[in-house]
C-alpha cells in the first residue's frame, strides 16, 4: 500500500538532547512537511521541502532542523534549542502540482522525560 | 491576515441525524479547500476538497459547500455514525509557490446512541 510512515510512534526527551523523527513516503511525491500540533489546537509548519535537497522554514522553525537527501525521507531533528518540545508532530506529502491534498502520517509524540 | 477559524469547537448529536460542522476563512484569494477528519492518535485523513469555482460538492454521505460571499465554508455529513466521531479541520491553500495548508483549531464531533 501507498502511504507514509512516521516511526517512532512515541518519543522521550532528555534535556539537552537531540533526537529525529523519522518520515518515509512511497507516493512518489516531491513535496514533503513537516507540522506541530498541541492539544486543543490545529497544525502548525514547521518546514516544507518542495523537491530533494531543498527545504524551507516555515512558520515555527526555531528549535527544529530537517534534510531532504532522498525524495522519500524527510526526517526531523527536535534540537535542544526548542524549550518546549512536547507535541504531536505529522508528516505529509503532496505532488508540486498546485491545489493537491497533502496526505499525512500517522504522527510521533514527543514527550519531555 | 491569513486565517482559518471554525464557530463551533464541540458538537453533539445523534447517531442518524446530520451533522453541519462549520469554518470561516479569511482570505478571499484562496481557491482551494480541504476537510479532514482526525481520529485520536492518528494523523488527519483526507474526507473532501472543493475548489473556489465551486458552490457545493458531494461525496459519499459527505457534501461540501462554499460561500465565497461570506468566506464560509460548511461540511455536512448524513446519518452521522458512531465512526464519523473524530475532530474534524477545515484547511486553506494558498497555492501561490508551493500547497501552504491553513488550518483552524477543529470541531469535535460527537456521536451518541
Known amino acids: 500500500d501507498g502511504g507514509i510512515t512516521q516511526s517512532p510512534k512515541y518519543l522521550f526527551r532528555k534535556e539537552g538532547q537531540n533526537v529525529t523523527l523519522s518520515c518515509e513516503q512511497n507516493?512518489?511525491?516531491?513535496?514533503m512537511y513537516w507540522y506541530r500540533q498541541d492539544p486543543g489546537q490545529g497544525l502548525r509548519l514547521i518546514y516544507y521541502?518542495?523537491?530533494?535537497?531543498?527545504?524551507q522554514k516555515g512558520d515555527i522553525a526555531e528549535g527544529y532542523s530537517v534534510s531532504r537527501e532522498k525524495k522519500e525521507s524527510f526526517p526531523l531533528t527536535v534540537t535542544s534549542a526548542q524549550k518546549n518540545p512536547t507535541a504531536f508532530y505529522l508528516c505529509a506529502s503532496s505532488t508540486q502540482t498546485d491545489n493537491q491534498p497533502q496526505h499525512f502520517g500517522d504522527g510521533t509524540r514527543l514527550s519531555i522525560l | 491576515g491569513e486565517s482559518v477559524g471554525l464557530h463551533l469547537p464541540t458538537l453533539s448529536v445523534q447517531e442518524g441525524d446530520n451533522s453541519i460542522i462549520n469554518c470561516a476563512y479569511s482570505?478571499?484569494?484562496?481557491?482551494?479547500f480541504i476537510w479532514y477528519k482526525q481520529e485520536s492518535g492518528k494523523g488527519p485523513q483526507f474526507i473532501i476538497d472543493i475548489r473556489s469555482n465551486m458552490d457545493k460538492r458531494q461525496g459519499q454521505r459527505v457534501t461540501v459547500l462554499l460561500n465565497k460571499t461570506v468566506k464560509h465554508l460548511s461540511l455536512q455529513i448524513a446519518a452521522t455514525q458512531p465512526g464519523d466521531s473524530a475532530v474534524y479541520f477545515c484547511a486553506e491553500i494558498f497555492s501561490g509557490g508551493y500547497n501552504k495548508l491553513i488550518f483552524g483549531a477543529g470541531t469535535r464531533l460527537a456521536v451518541h446512541p
Open positions: 521541502s518542495q523537491i530533494v535537497n531543498d527545504f
Open positions: 482570505n478571499s484569494a484562496s481557491d482551494y
Open positions: 507516493l512518489n511525491h516531491d513535496a
